[in-house]
């Protein structure tokens, strides 16, 4: 009972954290000195770090999961759900390291550790797929009229002289927009989750404590 009760505390809030996450999906703005303006910045991972922190990395998926899947079914897809995939794998690409390494020694500076492991991830595997799946998508869909690929590098060039290659496009404008990303909702997690954790580590159970419960 209650291993049952514990499981359907943390469902609650996986619930309530994918909500709050999709609902700052909203909030999202433009970083004009770092990339294209189609590419817009918002603080949605933050809820899901902090779910993952204080619930573990397979929470911090199912809430990720769950915010993007509140986004597809309130807003719809523009891309055939390739964009939110996309967002899907780079979001884990974050929050799953970090949660792992805080998982094993549950100390601020392993939280930051896992950050800056988790934003190195982030920004590597934001950057392969906006190099080969975004962007030719992007191109193929919404540029078909404006040149194709080379109207979205001709964007980047007016912005980082170098940028006008998909390579140079995803070094100057994409690896920089995600690593900004990174660190900046890596700050406001440090900030906030010390204040939410208590509220939250009194209403969930952790899967090791779940784990001696069952025994």
């Keep these: 009972m209650q291993t049952r009760n514990g499981n ?20 999202e703005f433009p970083i004009p000195f770092i990339a294209p303006a189609f590419y817009e910045m918002d603080f949605s991972e933050v809820p899901v770090l902090i779910g993952t922190f204080a619930m ?20 719809g897809t523009s891309t ?5 995939v996309a967002n899907f794998v780079i979001g884990c ?31 590597a595997a934001g950057s392969l797929i906006n190099a080969y799946v ?17 109207g979205i590098l001709e964007i980047g060039a007016q912005l980082h002289a170098g940028a006008g290659t998909v390579m140079g496009f995803v070094l100057l404008c994409v690896a920089p927009f995600n690593l900004f990303k990174g660190i900046v909702v890596s700050a406001v997690t440090m900030l906030l989750y010390k204040r939410v954790s208590v509220v939250i580590k009194s209403f969930a ?10 025994a």
């Design 80 to 84: 055939a759900y390739v964009g939110e």
């Design 134 to 150: 975004l962007l030719p998508w992007y191109a193929n869909h919404f540029f078909a009229g404006a040149g194709g690929m080379a």
């Design 205 to 214: 159970v952790e899967p090791e404590k779940r784990r001696v419960e069952k």
């Design 56 to 75: 573990g990395p397979a929470a911090g998926v199912a809430i990720e999961f769950l915010k993007i899947l509140l986004h597809t079914l309130l807003r």
């Design 93 to 123: 690409a974050l929050i799953v390291p970090a949660g792992l390494l805080y998982r094993s020694r549950k100390t601020r500076g392993r939280a930051l550790a896992g950050m800056v492991l988790g934003t190195i991830l982030m920004v």
């Design 8 to 27: 359907l505390r943390n469902m609650v809030l996986v619930a309530m954290l994918g909500a709050i996450a999709f609902i700052l999906m909203y909030l």
